[in-house]
């Protein structure tokens, strides 16, 4: 049995509502009994003997049937989150810039992204493995961003999802205490 994370994309924007404790208790109902929701964005911890890939597909088929979207999830092992998050070379808290990771499932379209934040001038983005790319963006303008703008187009919808630092050490640490209370 793996602790895992599962970042669900684009829900509560864009007219995809799901409360969180929904999202939750529909976990629960379809075998996942220690599912922990975190923050209104789509961020969950839980526990599963599938592999990250079935867990992948059994997400989004529940989310599919359960909730009536075009769902897409990023699962990665609880352990890799908390490298990822150690690997981050910027700040979770700094007053001029906020710190994000795409996380993906798919290494041709970080590679694809990687690729188009590199010819932004003045984008600072550090790849942290196959799986995640950190990059900054501007206080109060991260929607405006160059960056930003690149990963929303919908050619990365179902592989891509983007998280602050700060939310990424959020499941980091809920992922360990279920790992702590499943011992």
Known sequence: MGSFAVFLRGINVGGINIKMADLR???KAAGFADARTLLASGNVVLTSSLE???LKRTCEKFLRDAFGYDAWVVVLEAARVAELVAACPYPDDD???HTYITLSSDEAMLD?????GAAIEGA????LGPEALAWLAPAGGTLD???SKITARTRFKAST???NLRT???VRDAAAELAAAGS
């Open 124 to 127: 600072e983005q550090t790849r």
């Open 52 to 54: 990250p890939a079935a």
């Open 168 to 170: 990424l050490i959020k």
């Open 112 to 116: 694809e992204l990687h690729a188009a």
């Open 95 to 97: 007053k001029t810039t």
């Open 161 to 163: 999802t983007t998280r």
């Open 145 to 147: 961003s160059p960056f």
């Open 25 to 27: 208790e529909g976990l």
